[in-house]
């Protein structure tokens, strides 16, 4: 090892270099490497302290050169090797703290010992586990074949007998994690099956459209018929494991960054660096995670700290979302949106690294805990870190190209996305319920005892040592072997449980819980009893608290989506959602001490006016409405009342069209001055939508109303020799359709009409000409597959569609749908 490492590998064995970074954190400068660092490590290493720790590493050298031999077809070479730090790196530093900071080397000799017997341990079950699950089933993620090329252990903290999670790469480029802990959230809420088909609600173990049942709840909320507004929650590929022992596991995809990824601050040469979106994708991605903070909260969903809940991309994704990859603990009791982890309000007395972080700050929440620093005289020290690392990559803070982190400037998608999600589940409240109360007793749920932080103090404080605090029997013996003590039941209920490593599990008693922990499952939030119009109250309260600094307070109203913001102070706010489904004003209103609930009935001319700006399109086809993100910020800006006369305008358009385009189609399309008068009417009405585009953005459902929309969509077809307004429109199009506010058909027909006006096949057959009398579709790409592609646009079959237009029609020619 200390050859490689002069060699320049074996980088990570050792704590890592560090200096003084910004705003009182230390940066990591290196890894030990080289050598003149070898050769000092070398003779470093003769102090008689470290004798366990040199006795440790050479039975793993052992362990190492045992199952390389034994999984070479499966492993590639140089990955169970003890200079691969990214899977023996965090023990080894461990050990080496271990025997460095412990009053007796007895001690220490023993702990280092444990800690490799429970890693050789830890590594043969899942050699075995992996071996057998290849040809069993693994999750269908692209690239799972060939040998394992890489493995890297994660998490300072251990559970279950030194168990830690690993991710997996292999030859032919996927990647999985392997959590070896029994709770089962992931596949609960996040599973989606080989097929990825949505799913509708019913009796338990029903089946969806695709005939076959839902895999997770979030699957199944995804599939669902809108109640307010489009939701998307995140899924992935996932499969669950169980040893002849009970000991559960499971594989998912790796969800990686997304490749929007951009400098959130620099510092000299150090740099944070994250996700960073555009203003379009910027509120699509919030409005999402409005649903997923809503769905957390209603499913008592918590342990949301940032690591847990990465912005990320899979294959499919049409945009980064939100994934919580560690759901463990759920079914909990949260009252308030707080508990999830997600946000941070003024009364927490908990970390700043939440979910949904809006301040890209220095500081990470973890780190190595010890690091070398060099004195004056130039030597450098092995220490224990008492400051925070500086991290140079966030997954928990997203930005837009405005340089605005979090969701303060996307209040009102945010807001949006949790009342959409929301009234979803409260209008499926008992089909849900019932699905998870056929699918709950296959899972497990993990229950925290104590806050975790209480561990990790007593380890580092203690370990390897003895017992300083009131811990329980059950508690202590997890602590002594150098874990954080994890505990879990059925998620219908049971006795508590926690594992016996090296298998099986037992039955424990804890003390009554103590404040800030949680005991899952709770009945009434698995059943649903706490989905309720009124309870969002309280979370949308707690999602505004979190981003009141970043508005432009102290007075603030928001106009965006339907939705209406008006905060007096950070105690005092209320936020108006319009149900146009229903036609109702729902209005959520709060003080210091009360939340209130108002129903009102919406008007027509109410549903325009309250609508946000949808924008107009920049160069790079994002979305900005002047220059800004699509929301107005404003104190008491209202909708303008123009937007009467853009949308009584279209439907006038509307009427003389259809007035000159039946006579027209009943001619055969051979009435030369019915097509001149259509033509002029069109380019006069491009002209005028043109500068309505310029000004206010497409004009969509929310703008103009649905049928006008239609109109103005109509109206971009039907122009003949104007391919660069059509494509631009089209990208609007397409943008308001991923926002909900134009149907996906409408984009469907403009993509055809450019496509025969290029002269390449069309791709939805919306278009028709005569053929030997007979209306036959314009051509089609990949014509076997267009009944699949037209109804992922809510388009018919075929076949329907064109024997409805020869009906219509007759024999005429030249149709455009």
Not at 87 to 104: M, N, Q, R, V, Y
Request: hydrophobic share 40%.
């Amino acid at each position: 090892m200390l050859e490689s490492l002069a060699a320049g590998g074996a980088q990570g064995m050792f704590p890592p270099v560090v200096t003084d970074g910004p705003d009182g954190t230390v940066v990591v400068l290196r890894h030990l490497s080289g050598p003149a660092e070898a050769a000092a490590l070398t003779e470093a290493l003769a102090d008689p302290r470290l004798a366990p720790f040199l006795e440790a590493l050479d039975r793993l050298d052992a362990w190492c050169l045992r199952a390389a031999s034994q999984w070479n077809r499966l492993i590639g070479p140089g990955v169970l090797d003890l200079t691969n730090a990214q899977l023996f790196g965090p023990l080894s530093a461990e050990l080496l703290e271990a025997c460095l900071t412990s009053a007796k080397q007895q001690r220490a000799a023993d702990f280092a010992m444990l800690r490799v017997a429970q890693y050789e341990r830890f590594l043969d079950l899942f050699l075995r586990r992996l071996g057998r699950d290849l040809t069993e089933g693994l999750p269908d993620v692209p690239g799972i074949h060939g040998p394992v090329t890489a493995i890297r252990a994660h998490g300072d903290e251990t559970h279950n007998g030194g168990g830690r999670v690993l991710r997996v790469e292999f030859a032919g480029g996927g990647r999985l994690a392997y959590k070896p802990r029994p709770a089962s959230g992931e596949a609960l809420f996040l599973a989606e099956g080989p097929e990825g088909a949505a799913v509708s609600v019913g009796p338990a173990g029903s089946d969806g459209p695709s005939g076959r049942p839902a895999d997770s709840v979030f699957a199944l909320l995804n599939g669902l018929p809108p109640a307010s507004g489009p939701v998307r929650l995140p899924v992935l590929r996932c499969r669950r494991g169980r040893d002849a022992e009970g000991a559960g596991y499971s594989w998912h995809e790796w969800i990686e960054p997304p490749e929007s990824v951009g400098v959130l601050r620099a510092d000299g040469e150090l740099a944070l660096r994250g996700v960073v979106l555009g203003p379009l994708r910027a509120r699509h991605f919030w409005h999402r995670a409005g649903a997923l903070a809503a769905a957390s909260f209603a499913f008592g969903i918590t342990d949301l700290m940032g690591p847990n809940v990465p912005a990320g991309t899979r294959p499919g994704d049409d945009g980064p979302l939100l994934y919580p990859v560690d759901l463990e603990v759920y079914f909990t009791d949260a009252a308030r949106l707080a508990d999830t982890g997600l946000v941070q309000t003024t009364s927490d007395g908990g970390h700043h690294h939440v979910g949904l972080e809006n301040v890209p700050r220095w500081c990470d929440l973890d780190g190595p805990p010890t690091c070398w620093t060099r004195d004056a005289d130039g030597v450098l020290r092995l220490a224990r870190r008492t400051r925070p690392l500086a991290r140079t990559w966030t997954s928990s803070v997203v930005a837009d190209t405005e340089g605005r982190a979090g969701y303060g400037p996307y209040l009102g998608r945010m807001l949006r996305g949790m009342f959409d999600a929301w009234t979803l589940m409260c209008r499926h409240r008992e089909g849900i319920a019932e699905f998870i109360a056929g699918r709950a007793p296959g899972h497990v749920v993990r229950v925290l005892a104590r806050p975790t932080r209480e561990y990790a103090a007593t380890l580092a404080a203690s370990a390897p040592g003895a017992a300083t605090a009131d811990f329980a029997p059950d508690e202590w013996t997890q602590l002594a072997r150098g874990d954080v003590p994890y505990f879990f039941r059925d998620a219908d209920g049971g006795p508590l449980h926690a594992l016996d490593p090296p298998g099986g599990t037992v039955h424990v008693e804890l003390p009554d819980p103590a404040d800030g922990c949680i005991r899952p499952p709770v009945a009434a939030v698995r059943e649903g009893g706490r989905l309720d119009l009124a309870r969002l109250g309280i979370a949308l309260r707690d999602a505004v608290e979190h981003v009141f600094a970043d508005l432009d307070g102290p007075e603030v109203a928001i106009h965006d989506d339907g939705v209406r913001i008006t905060l007096r102070d950070l105690h005092r706010g209320e936020v108006s959602f319009d149900w146009t489904e229903i036609r109702r004003r729902i209005t959520y209103s709060w003080d210091a001490s009360k939340l209130r609930l108002r129903i009102a009935e919406l008007t027509e001319r109410d549903a325009m006016r309250e609508a946000g700006d949808v924008g107009s399109a920049n160069e790079s086809g994002d979305v900005a409405s002047a220059g800004e993100a699509g929301a107005t910020h404003a104190r008491g800006s209202e909708a303008s009342p123009a937007y009467d006369g853009i949308r009584d305008r279209l439907l006038r358009l509307g009427r003389v069209d259809a007035a000159l385009r039946g006579p027209w189609a009943a001619s055969g399309f051979t009435d030369t001055q019915l097509e001149a008068k259509l033509g002029r009417l069109t380019d006069s009405g491009a002209e005028w939508l043109d500068g309505v585009i310029a000004e206010h953005g497409w004009p969509g459902r929310r703008l103009v109303g649905a049928e006008a929309s239609t109109v103005a969509s109509g109206l971009v077809q039907h122009l003949v020799d104007r391919t660069d307004f059509q494509r631009r429109c089209l990208r609007l199009i397409e943008a308001a359709a991923m926002d909900g506010d134009m149907r996906w058909c409408e984009a469907a027909y403009l993509v055809d009409a450019l496509r025969l006006a290029e002269g390449r096949e069309q791709v939805y057959g919306t278009k028709f000409q005569s053929q030997k009398g007979e209306l036959v579709p314009s051509p089609i790409e990949d014509a076997s597959h267009v009944d699949e592609r037209r109804a992922g646009v809510g388009l018919g079959p075929l076949d329907d569609y064109a024997a409805r237009l020869r009906e219509h029609f007759g024999q005429a020619g030249g149709v455009s749908a």
